[in-house]
């Protein structure tokens, strides 16, 4: 009888990778101990598959097919992101066997990929979480970040129907769960993550009371910069409610960094942070509930501004020629003025400065606000490393 044996959840900050300047590396090195700390459970339970719930940050998937969930069930799981490449072996025959079990008993509509390119949600975990260890995975994606999102009770739904699954196979499963706690990267909201809301969610989490996730709303998690917590909602539906141990919670300043222990559980005077103080109920927010707040559906007359977004992160030679010959580019994706002009920013962040600064114009343009800022990240870090090796 199969057994989910270990279950975390774990932040996957991009900037791990990219150390821009207006970072603090020490909080980037306080997360990545506190990963490698959560690691650790896979040398406690050897498991012989890592089911990992992961996100897209419009990277692999664009506004030309955004799946609600996906699959990877292919021979490899490749995760590129800032010069860095992953190659993992996939577990494939039960990511199939999951693939046609949730379609045809559970009533999943599951997307299938062999070979979608996975992005820094699953990198940044593959290098501090799984390390060198050698244990196949299976990348599930959930779509956080383009509206309509699945609500967390169906990502537990999901959840709890691949635990079914897992009950009537063999192997010993490893659950990771990849999403950060508040932030609005790409918004105006960017400066104001809800650190106390993230406070009062971790205080739920080590009580074990997984519900106050589940009952909330994709646009209340919209809000208050949680979407990716959609991921860990899949995870609760898969274990249960535990009681979770808070390896950290680290406030950045503009992102609520959160790593938790689920399974198994260790005893108390093994535990090295201290309980979260309770706080009154959403950490004292107060939530307006009138749809999606930051991120929206892009409008449709800028979907050539976010298919270049899309494709700029992907392509060199397209960089190149965005450099070369701006107007040659926005003539064949269709750009407007105002998009043209905005597009000018992917010229401008390769020179230096914070990335954030230049994500305003696109957004006002109508590009993605996560897409803009992901695709200006991807060209200041290729940026950044071709200048420290001249």
């Not at 198994?264 to 309770?278: W, Y």
């Not at 991120?295 to 060199?316: C, D, I, M, Q, T």
């Amino acid at each position: 009888m199969g057994e989910i044996v270990a279950a975390v959840g774990t932040c996957h900050t991009p900037y791990m990778f990219t150390r821009p300047p207006d970072e603090n590396p020490q909080q980037l090195d306080a997360a990545g101990a506190a990963m490698q700390e959560l690691g650790k459970v896979l040398d406690e339970t050897k498991p012989d598959v890592i089911v990992f719930f992961g996100s897209d940050h419009v990277e692999t998937f664009s506004v030309t097919c955004i799946p609600t969930f996906a699959i990877i069930a292919g021979n490899r799981a490749i995760a590129k992101f800032a010069g860095k490449e992953y190659d993992l072996p996939v577990h494939r025959e039960m990511a199939e066997d999951l693939l046609n079990k949730l379609v045809v008993e559970k009533n999943f509509d599951i997307a299938y990929s062999e070979d979608a390119e996975l992005g820094h949600a699953f990198a940044v975990p593959f290098e501090y979480v799984i390390g060198k260890r050698n244990i196949p995975i299976i990348p599930f994606f959930t779509n956080v970040y383009v509206p309509p999102l699945p609500t967390p009770k169906r990502c537990a739904a999901l959840g709890k129907a691949i635990a079914d699954i897992i009950k009537g196979r063999t192997e010993r499963v490893a659950v990771v769960a990849s999403g950060g706690m508040s932030h609005f990267p790409g918004t105006t909201k960017y400066l104001a993550p809800e650190f106390d809301f993230d406070r009062w969610l971790v205080a739920q989490f080590e009580a074990g009371n997984t519900d106050a996730l589940l009952n909330m709303t994709g646009t209340q998690l919209d809000e208050v910069g949680n979407t990716e917590m959609l991921n860990w909602a899949t995870m609760f539906g898969a274990i249960g409610p535990q009681e979770g141990e808070l390896i950290d919670y680290i406030p950045t300043w503009h992102h609520g960094l959160g790593l938790m222990r689920f399974l198994p559980r260790r005893a108390l005077e093994a535990t090295k942070t201290a309980s979260t103080k309770v706080l009154g109920e959403y950490g004292g927010f107060k939530f307006r509930n009138q749809g999606f707040q930051f991120y929206k559906h892009p409008p449709a007359e800028a979907y050539g501004l976010n298919r270049l977004l899309f494709e700029v992160r992907h392509s060199a030679p397209l960089r190149d020629r965005i450099i070369k010959n701006l107007d040659a580019v926005a003539k064949e994706y269709e750009l407007n003025a105002q998009q043209r002009k905005a597009a000018e920013e992917l010229i401008n962040v390769g020179k230096g400065g914070l990335v954030s600064e230049h994500v305003g114009p696109l957004v006002e343009a109508g590009a993605h606000p996560l897409q803009a800022l992901m695709s200006l990240h991807v060209i200041f870090s290729m940026s950044h490393r071709a200048q420290a090796t001249h």
